[in-house]
């Protein structure tokens, strides 16, 4: 049994949702000890249990220590079976960290997945739904897995809410390697400004703004606007808003930037903060944001032959998704860059194929 300690670089929930895949994966018992042990709240909260539980569900684990608050876990898993299954996580905790930690299992289940996880949708410090459907979607269909992913209805804090589901059919045999280097130049710059039980001018604000901002620079740009009142059945419990761009680059990839309405902050503050945030990413030229880099990680690791990657900047979350790759899996992995600079990242797979 493999030990792993949760407070190494990063030390937080990602930790447990890239350790717990990898683990359930390759059949390989795991105990990770000092659970989140850099944050404030050490220990697991309810939306790392609902990841632990989930992928316990998806591999007939024995699972020891999943108890709120606590800082230790072992993790005995079973065989993968897919199967029906519905998580709440019963606040407005993540639903895409639940996915970012169920989607690798699900790819290497022998058999189709259905999951409902209900909570938020769209998170201050998670990927929100929109990104997950728009920007690493795309990236794992190229790799030969092509999950559905669909929002029911919107989440925001405090209520939570939000329904989302994911159906999936288990990759053909291997993952398919990746290689996005190339940026090329930005065709487009598309996105998505949101909001639920707020007027209609918030959004509007919002997009004008975004429009506003980059038609300056010559920039096509096409947003859609989604304004969800309770009549409608996608609209969110609580009040909230928020806003998705994304740069369509020449080399066929997407760069995005995200941010979420808080309360107080004008609409047109949070817009020019999404704007800015991918001008940065833009001037840099690397065709993987920073966010997106940490989620491919463990695809990369798991493909079968060499991927590699150009991210405008490699964060600590990367990093240590890239150490936790190489103490599970055995894997290499090249850094050409460093942390908070635009960075190369190079991974010969394992080659995993799946059991049928």
Not at 191 to 207: E, K, T
Not at 275 to 281: A, F, H, K, P
Request: proline letters at 6%.
């Amino acid at each position: 049994m493999k030990v792993i300690y949760g407070d190494i670089l990063e030390g937080g929930g990602q930790i447990l949702r890239f350790t717990l895949p990898i683990a359930a994966i390759v059949g390989s018992p795991i105990k990770i000890v000092r659970i989140r042990a850099k944050r404030p709240n050490p220990g697991l909260r309810r939306q790392h249990m609902i990841s632990v539980e989930s992928i316990a569900k998806l591999s007939n684990a024995k699972v020891e220590g999943l108890e709120l608050g606590s800082q230790e876990l072992t993790f005995i898993p079973g065989s993968l079976k897919g199967g029906r299954y519905t998580f709440d996580i019963g606040t407005a905790g993540s639903t895409t960290l639940v996915l970012q930690a169920l989607l690798p299992v699900m790819a290497f289940t022998n058999g189709n997945v259905d999951v409902t996880v209900i909570g938020g949708t769209n998170n201050p410090m998670a990927p929100p739904i929109d990104y997950v459907e728009r920007i690493l979607l795309p990236v794992l269909v190229s790799m030969g897995f092509n999950p559905r992913i669909e929002l029911i209805r919107r989440g925001f804090y405090p209520s939570g809410g939000g329904i989302v589901k994911a159906t999936s059919t288990p990759i053909e045999d291997v993952l398919k390697p990746i290689r996005i280097l190339e940026f090329g130049y930005v065709k487009r710059i598309s996105g998505i400004v949101y909001s639920s039980r707020l007027p209609p001018h918030i959004v509007d604000r919002m997009a004008s703004t975004v429009e506003k901002l980059l038609s300056k620079k010559g920039y096509d740009i096409v947003l859609e606007r989604e304004v969800l009142q309770p009549s409608n059945p996608r609209c969110a419990i609580s009040p909230g808003c928020g806003i998705l761009l994304y740069a369509e680059l020449s080399s066929g990839f997407r760069i995005a930037s995200d941010r979420l309405g808080v309360k107080g902050k004008p609409a047109e503050d949070v817009a020019e903060e999404a704007v800015r945030d991918l001008e940065s990413q833009i001037e840099v030229a690397y065709p993987v944001d920073k966010h997106l880099a940490d989620q491919l990680i463990i695809w990369m690791a798991l493909a079968d032959g060499e991927s590699s990657i150009a991210t405008c900047e490699l964060t600590l979350h990367t990093l240590t998704c890239i150490e936790l790759a190489k103490q599970l899996l055995g894997v290499e992995f090249e850094v050409d860059g460093g942390e908070g600079k635009p960075s190369k990242i190079t991974c010969r797979g394992l080659g995993l194929k799946i059991v049928r």
